[in-house]
């Protein structure tokens, strides 16, 4: 069974970077997408960005030119640069594996506070 471990967040002033990391366990072999997911305080769970096993990637109009998506098959981890953070970039961050026919998996989600 897949599980996905995030890393990386924490609380950085407005202007600064920060880099999540998400790792999978256990076998993920075939094509997949993972993606970066965030939430915010009362608000829905939205996409930020996704990566398929052969790059191609997916930004949110909100994120882009300013966060990088990019992924280690041979580490099955999957990476989310975030510069130029802005206070609404504060939310709990999810990264999720997609990859037919087998159920979706989400991780725990690692918190990003952005102070302005």
């Known amino acids: 069974q897949v599980q996905l471990v995030e890393s990386g967040g924490g609380l950085v002033q407005a202007g600064g970077s920060l880099r999540l990391s998400c790792a999978a366990s256990g076998r993920t072999f075939g094509y997949n997408v993972m993606g970066w997911y965030r939430q915010g305080s009362g608000k829905q769970r939205e996409l930020v960005a996704t990566i398929g096993s052969g790059g191609n990637t997916n930004y949110a109009d909100s994120v882009k030119g300013r966060f990088t998506i990019s992924r280690d098959n041979d580490k099955n981890t999957v990476y989310l640069q975030m510069n130029s953070l802005k206070p609404e970039d504060t939310a709990v961050y999810y990264c999720?594996?997609?990859?037919?026919?087998?159920?979706?998996?989400w991780g725990q989600g690692t918190l990003v506070t952005v102070s302005s």
């Open positions: 999720k594996l997609t990859r037919a026919p087998f159920p979706e998996v």
